[in-house]
């Protein structure tokens, strides 16, 4: 069947917006609050999510004029071995990562239903294994039904974070909201460089969905519109309810909304319909990295379920802003090379070398520069230096040595 891009852009806004209405937005915001005032986290927010908008926006037009996949695009920076090697390998390991810490949300929400509603106590590493088995069944034998499922859940956390907030200023005030003080103390550009974690993924995967754009501007309208309208409220109401009920645990927030069986059973529905999501595209990651057949999709995506469950239990939720930084660290300077090799050294090629050791090393150029740089802005550079550095050694190295 001959695809049709003729996609407009309020149905690729629609896919990003599902794709945002999320647990972890909200677990940005309440994230964020533990260390700065409302206003600079919006701020923060408002800057980052922008800064991955913006070379979304670049890599989606390199979609549109040539019709290519992420990792196809990646070929020409990269080398389509390359290509295939580090970018699949990033994302497995991101979307596993996702996994891990909302079935561990999903088990502590499941715990706490259990304690609040009939008094009786399980460990949420136990909760957390049985909804990630759960959930890795669904993603292995239930994928059709999981459309049928965002249906409701989509909707229903809407309706939820409605009425949080209905909740919430019955009984607080704006200016009790904007003259919160944090206890810690975060600066507004690493508060910056975490909010580009968050989406950078979806940054650097965007090619994937909005290369089936009508136009160029169809894609860039629907990437700004989809992301960040809906990013900044979902971290708004994270914060507020992180102030307002004066805890930055997302599921005793929810639990304390009033009606705590049917908040938290949203909560895991929420978690349930985009977890299959995760697994099934790091199963298929990487699957496709040690280039198996598809027949062999099921049990790569229960191996690589058992792994994220095994993170579950092991409680990765309390390392998520550990794990958004890695996110910054690995998958930006992908997009820097990407950006550099279309636009900059205009070296683009529709006939890639099997590894472009130069996209490779720039790659580990901006990685490393995140990693040892001490500084505040490191983050933000990262991108900048893989891009200057692709750049440079494109025009000094022929491209004849990448073959």
């Not at 909201?177 to 940054?203: D, H, N, R, W, Y």
């Amino acid at each position: 069947m001959t695809p049709q891009y003729n996609t407009k852009w309020y149905s690729l806004s629609g896919i990003w917006f599902g794709g945002i209405v999320s647990v972890p937005a909200l677990l940005v915001g309440s994230t964020l609050i533990h260390s700065l005032s409302f206003s600079n986290a919006l701020w923060a927010g408002f800057i980052g999510f922008n800064i991955v908008v913006l070379f979304m926006s670049l890599l989606s037009v390199s979609a549109v004029i040539h019709r290519k996949s992420t990792v196809s695009l990646a070929s020409s920076s990269f080398g389509s071995k390359g290509a295939a090697v580090i970018v699949g390998l990033v994302i497995g390991i991101s979307t596993l990562g996702w996994f891990g810490i909302q079935t561990n949300i999903a088990g502590a929400s499941f715990a706490k239903i259990l304690l609040e509603i009939n008094g009786i106590h399980i460990p949420v590493w136990l909760s957390s294994i049985c909804w990630g088995i759960l959930m890795v069944i669904t993603a292995v034998f239930g994928f059709t039904y999981v459309k049928w499922l965002n249906y409701i859940a989509v909707p229903a956390i809407i309706i939820l974070l409605a009425y949080a907030m209905y909740i919430t200023f019955q009984n607080h005030s704006w200016e009790d909201i904007l003259c919160f003080q944090p206890t810690e103390k975060m600066s507004l550009l690493q508060a910056i460089g975490f909010t580009i974690g968050f989406i950078s993924v979806g940054g650097v995967i965007s090619a994937d969905y909005n290369r089936f754009a009508a136009s160029k501007k169809d894609a860039i309208l629907g990437s700004i519109l989809g992301i960040v309208p809906s990013a900044m409220c979902l971290l708004a109401i994270g914060g507020i309810l992180a102030i307002t009920q004066e805890t930055y645990d997302i599921v005793t927030i929810f639990s304390s909304l009033g009606f705590p069986f049917l908040a938290m059973s949203i909560l895991i529905l929420a978690t349930w319909t985009s977890n299959v999501m995760n697994i099934y595209s790091s199963g298929l990651a990487f699957n496709n990295l040690f280039q198996l057949s598809d027949k062999n999709r099921s049990k790569t995506t229960l191996i690589i379920g058992g792994i994220g469950i095994g993170l579950a239990a092991a409680g990765v939720l309390s390392q998520f802003m550990n794990f958004i930084t890695f996110l910054t660290i690995t998958i930006t300077p992908i997009a820097g090379v990407m950006i550099s090799d279309f636009y900059l050294s205009k070296t683009y090629t529709e006939t890639p070398a099997k590894i472009n050791w130069n996209g490779i090393i720039s790659w580990l150029i901006g990685v490393t520069v995140m990693i040892f740089m001490d500084s505040e802005i490191k983050n933000i550079l990262g991108i900048l230096i893989a891009m200057l550095s692709y750049f440079i050694l494109q025009k000094t190295i022929k491209n004849e040595t990448n073959k």
